[in-house]
Nanobody
Framework: QVQLVESGGGLVQPGGSLRLSCAAS????????GNWYRQAPGKQRELVAG???????SYADSVKGRFTISRDNAKNTVYLQMDGLKPEDTAAYYC?????????WGQGTQVTVSS
């Protein structure tokens, strides 16, 4: 069993930055692929960024060039660095790790971009 705890959300002005963290408990974290999803009110949950267990990153077109996903296996943590934030980035952000049949989610952290 893996438990995920997200942190780092908050209120930020347009153009600002935030770094989300997703700390995982349990063992064998390095085998898991990691993702960040987001869900805005009235919208479907969407995949924002993913990182494989060997460190390959991918991004939704809407965040390319502004967001960076990374991982630190020694700290059992996946990060999402968000720069150049826009009001449309406002959403609850969820961490997900998966490997084979194993799939775990965090509780979410709110990001609000507003002046």
């Amino acid at each position: 069993q893996v438990q995920l705890v997200e942190s780092g959300g908050g209120l930020v002005q347009p153009g600002g930055s935030l770094r989300l963290s997703c700390a995982a408990s349990g063992t064998a974290f390095s085998v898991y692929n990691g993702n960040w999803y987001r869900q805005a009110p009235g919208k479907q949950r969407e995949l924002v960024a993913g990182i494989t267990n060997d460190g390959r990153a991918s991004y939704a077109d809407s965040v390319k060039g502004r967001f960076t996903i990374s991982r630190d296996n020694a700290k059992n943590t996946v990060y999402l660095q968000m720069d150049g934030l826009k009001p449309e980035d406002t959403a609850a952000y969820y961490c997900n790790v998966h490997f084979g049949e194993y799939d775990y989610w965090g509780q979410g952290t709110q990001v609000t971009v507003s002046s």
